[in-house]
């Protein structure tokens, strides 16, 4: 949806927000909230945006402060997080900060929509490579209702995935084509030719470079994990060190 650098001013946070309430419904990487409760359920909605927004492909998950739920109107909040003491009197934000794991680096805004419509924004950057835990255990958003993950394991699974799928697809600095195994190469154009019979003439037109940018085993010409996976001659496996 939004991809916005961490430091947005002032023009730069209203517009999102506006763009936020503007959605027709709460969906599972947004969640909208008229005033604060407890550190606790600030700790397991940011657990639960940024895993919820890992599955939608969303680069980030957003906890608004100052709307009502279910109609979006705009009623202000007396929340401040900045001056908000969490258990043992800590500052809120490091106090979240340190009972997440990973600490993903969320950001929080504040501005005055009208002169008496304070407003807070929590963006989160969403799940990586692992579900995001709070306190030791990990939530998701179903619907609009904040859930513990492990209640969802083809949810938490999903995750797990993304982070092998992402590893596989990334690309080598120290590797190149002539890591590659040219008898390895010469089978995966067979295998491809075999499974798209419509591009052969036009894949033996195909130089090595070309045939693995098509095959997406590179991407623009450079070599990514996967390619040394299984293209990767033996004396280049210390490469895949590099991936991990």
């Not at 501005?111 to 989160?124: A, N, Y």
């Not at 990586?128 to 990990?138: G, L, N, T, Y």
């Not at 697809?169 to 295998?191: F, N, Q």
Request: aromatic letters at 10%; a neutral charge.
């Amino acid at each position: 949806m939004h991809s916005r650098s961490k430091d947005m001013n002032t023009e730069q946070v209203k517009d999102l927000f506006k763009s936020l309430v503007e959605r027709p419904h709460e969906s599972e990487w947004i969640e909208f909230k008229q005033n604060f409760h407890s550190p606790d359920e600030i700790g397991q909605a940011l657990s639960a945006l940024a895993n919820s927004a890992c599955l939608h492909n969303e680069p980030s998950g957003y906890l608004v402060f100052g709307v009502e739920d279910g109609t979006h109107r705009i009623t202000g909040t007396s929340f401040l997080p900045k001056k908000k003491k969490a258990k043992g009197n800590e500052d809120l934000e490091p106090w979240l900060i340190n009972r997440l794991n990973p600490r993903i680096d969320f950001q929080i805004y504040e501005c005055d929509i009208e002169t008496d419509q304070h407003v807070v924004l929590f963006v989160i950057p969403a799940a990586k490579d692992r579900p995001v835990e709070f306190q030791h255990k990990s939530y998701i958003r179903i619907g609009s209702y904040t859930k513990n993950l492990q209640d969802y394991p083809d949810k938490q699974a999903r995750i797990w995935r993304k982070r092998y799928s992402d590893w596989s697809a990334e690309i080598g600095t120290k590797a190149s084509i002539s890591d590659l195994s040219p008898l390895a190469i010469k089978k995966a154009r067979e295998l491809y030719a075999a499974k798209h019979a419509y591009l052969n003439e036009e894949i033996v037109t195909w130089n090595d470079i070309t045939f693995l940018n098509k095959a997406k085993l590179c991407i623009s010409g450079k070599v990514t994990c996967t390619a040394l996976l299984l293209l990767g001659k033996p004396e280049s496996e210390h490469l895949l060190l590099e991936f991990k």
